[in-house]
């Protein structure tokens, strides 16, 4: 599949997940870790490397209590050592991965780097900097509204990194740095934070256990108190809304960082790249939702790999029709749509029943292969040739043989 559509390497997107499984004991797979759906079953993490063009090119699974950031570089390494890629590639990541490990060891390698930074981890300096009112430039959405804002520092900034003695050491690397403020993710971050706020509020005052919290607790402060209020060490512990640490998290709210090794690049185009990230995102609901890649009841380390591993092609062959056949212009859903719901039904010994949902997409293959898509009634011939579409006329580069037949 290489060969036949190509991968534009010079961008290299990355994220995990995690898979949980409904058992009770571990095993050395199978293990107990943080869950992106705070879950406390045993899970297995699945890293998801994608090209430029937002296709799948490299899987990886290890353990759940394993930390996903040196699977970036592993990835890198392993399909640079394969051939698979070569030259210089610039990784894309978010917060989750940005480490001072994951930089350092992509400027060794001789690539780039574009990830996101917490802008609450910030030096004081450097996050008053980022907040202040200063230096921004507004980027329209075409509607008359600003659909974000930004402004941008370069310099040489400090990592501590670890050598290969084990020693930490600082270094300075030269850096961009894009502040980047989006009032529609400033509402939906504000609108979360005050759900939690409320959930907390209603848990305190149905005394609840500290455990029931979940992300509502950083949010609030427990203390132990006695019967009148005061502060005891060998009393129950009770609960306070933290009203700075909500001050702050709203304050925050619609503001982000991203830090780059591309320097000359504009930072509309560092904007852009990033926030393409949301294809693994996305890629991975398809894999939970639409192809039933959980749960998984299976027991050994080979056939679970041998499962995500149909996962992956699926979602592979996914995008390669929705990016290389049909130019993105039909979502993913649209994809997943034409795929469960082409269906046809058998009325006689030579004759079908088309039941396929009319769509944009069935029209558009329609008129790219010439073959019967919508027409209700099939004849044998029409399933065979429907059921033999090749990917050349796919492209449009060859009709059907029921072509420019009329119908009856």
């Known amino acids: 599949m290489e060969e036949a559509f190509g991968h534009d390497m010079s961008l290299a997107y990355f994220d995990c997940t995690n898979f949980y499984f409904e058992i009770d004991r571990e095993d050395d797979f199978r293990r107990k870790g943080p869950s992106k759906e705070h879950r406390p079953e045993p899970t297995v993490a699945m890293g998801l490397l994608l090209d430029a063009n937002c296709i799948p090119v490299a899987m990886s699974l290890f353990p ?22 070569s030259g210089r590639t610039v990784r894309v990541a978010d917060k989750g991965l940005s480490c001072a490990a994951n930089i350092a060891e992509a400027v060794l ?8 930074k917490s802008v609450k981890a910030l030096p004081a300096k450097e996050r008053t900097w980022a907040l202040s009112g200063d230096g921004w430039t507004d980027v329209a959405d ?13 310099g040489d900034f400090e990592y ?3 050598g290969e003695d084990g020693r930490k050491r600082k270094v300075s690397l030269p850096e961009r740095r ?16 005050d759900r939690q706020v409320e959930k907390a509020r209603s848990l305190k005052a149905a005394a609840a256990k500290r455990s029931e919290y979940g992300d509502s607790a950083k949010y609030v402060t427990f203390s132990p108190v006695d019967g009148e ?3 005891r060490e060998d009393m129950k512990v009770a609960a306070m809304l ?27 185009a560092i904007y852009s790249t990033y926030h393409r990230l949301w294809r693994i995102e996305e890629s991975f609901r398809v894999m939970k939702s639409k192809l039933d890649a959980r749960p998984v009841y299976l027991q050994r380390q080979s056939t679970i790999s041998g499962h995500f591993l149909v996962c992956y092609i699926a979602v592979l062959l996914m995008r390669l029709l929705q990016m290389k056949v049909l130019g993105d212009k039909f979502s993913s859903r649209d994809i997943m749509g034409l795929c469960r719901g082409l269906d046809v039904c ?17 029209e558009e293959l329609a008129s790219r292969t010439g073959l019967p898509l919508l027409h209700f009634n099939l004849t044998e011939g029409d399933v065979k040739a429907i059921s033999s579409c090749t990917l050349s006329m796919l492209r449009g580069e060859g009709k059907g043989p029921s072509a420019g037949r009329k119908r009856g």
């Open 64 to 85: 759940g209590n394993e930390s996903d950031r040196p699977q970036l570089g592993r990835c890198i390494a392993q399909m640079k050592e394969r051939g698979s890629i």
């Open 142 to 154: 075409g509607k008359g509204e600003t659909s974000f804002r930004y402004k941008m520092a370069d």
């Open 160 to 162: 501590t990194v670890e």
């Open 346 to 362: 058998r009325t006689s010994d030579r004759r079908y029943a088309n039941i396929s949902r009319r769509s944009p997409i069935i």
């Open 229 to 231: 209020g005061e502060v």
């Open 109 to 116: 390698a001789g690539d780039g780097y574009i990830f996101s």
């Open 178 to 193: 894009v502040v980047t403020y989006s009032p529609s993710l400033a509402r939906k971050q504000k609108y979360e934070i």
């Open 242 to 268: 933290n009203h700075e640490a909500i001050r702050k998290a709203r304050a925050l709210a619609g503001y982000n960082m991203i830090v780059t090794s591309e320097s000359r690049m504009d930072p509309r």
